[in-house]
Structure formats: C-alpha cells, structure tokens
C-alpha cells in the first residue's frame, strides 16, 4: 500500500491482480490474500492489523470483512484529522503573544469571548464552560446501594468423651461454635 493511498484503491488494486492470477490457472484462497493484505498495509495500520488478527480467524477471514474492518479505520481516521483540523484553525485566531514585552499594563479592557469555539469538558459540546453544562446534574456521580438481609448460619456441635488413665479420669470436653 503506498502511503496516503485510500484502502478501497487498495484494496481494487490488489484484487484486480488476484483476479488476473485467478484466470491464468492460479488458485488463490479468501483467506490467503486477506493475510497477504494485512501484512502489505503502512504502519498507521500497525494496531488495526493486531486487532484483527487476535479477534478474526486468519483462515476462515474473507475479503469483505477484511475491506469493512479497513473502511472503518479509515474513516475514524479520517474523522479525527478533520477534528484536529478545526482546532487548528480556532486556535489560530487568536494572536500569539511572547513572554514580556509588550502587552504590560492595564489590560485591554473587557473583552467579548466567542462562545462558539469554547467547547465543554464534561459533554464536548461547543457554546459552553463545564460549569454551565446541562448535562451535568443529568449525570451525577453517586454510588447506590442494594441493602439486602443478611443472614448468619451457626453450628452448634457438642462432644463429651470419659476416657479412664492410670492416673485418674480425664473429660475433654470440645465445643464447635
């Protein structure tokens, strides 16, 4: 796989060269060339090849799992380079100030704040703080309790035993609570 190469071209490439394989008379298992796939794929699939591997049979694995595994990844990838990207370019708005320098004194005064960049820590919403969140009281964290009767078996087992010695008598006595 060439790097930044989508998985469906990939994945199109290599089958159009299983099925030019296929037609001169080799014969090729699902589960062969789903192993060959994974072992072709870049690094950034690193962890998404083991989590196949230890949750799939290799050789009972087809194409089409194997494809739909992929596509999730990638969009998931995908998801989270947009997601990046936008946090990129909100905090690039903002101007970057050294240490010192200028900007000491009385400060510039009250300054409006944009609250469709500030995103919540508790639900990952924009528009609020997590002190203003709505779903924090939703959400409280409390531990609940089931009481339930309990219940206390006891054994009650006595042993009396007269054993006469040379000496004298003896009686132990053994009492099992």
């Known amino acids: 796989m060439k790097e ?22 080799e ?9 060959k796939i994974l072992r072709s794929l870049t690094s950034k699939f690193n962890y998404v090849v083991c989590s196949i591997e ?6 009972t694995l087809s194409i089409d799992e194997l494809h739909g595994s992929l596509l999730v990844h990638e969009q998931r990838m995908q998801e989270f380079q ?5 946090l990129e370019t909100t905090n690039d708005d ?11 004194g009385r ?10 960049i500030v995103e919540c820590f508790k639900c990952h919403k924009l528009g609020h703080f997590q002190y203003e969140c709505p779903d924090w009281e939703k959400k409280a ?7 339930e ?10 042993l009396h035993q007269t054993i006469q010695e040379e000496l004298g008598s003896w009686t132990p006595i053994a009492v099992i609570i």
């Open 141 to 147: 964290n409390y531990a609940e309790l089931e009481e």
């Open 4 to 25: 930044g190469e989508k998985v469906d071209s990939y994945l199109g490439r290599t089958l159009n060269v299983v099925n030019k394989m296929k037609s001169n008379g």
């Open 107 to 116: 400060g510039r005064g009250r300054q409006s704040l944009n609250r469709s």
């Open 149 to 158: 009767e309990e219940l206390l078996l006891v054994a009650h087992e006595e």
């Open 82 to 86: 947009t997601k990046e990207h936008v």
């Open 54 to 59: 230890e949750s799939n049979d290799l050789g």
């Open 27 to 35: 014969a090729m298992k699902q589960c062969t060339v789903a192993s």
């Open 94 to 104: 903002r101007p970057i100030r050294g240490r010192g320098g200028r900007g000491r």
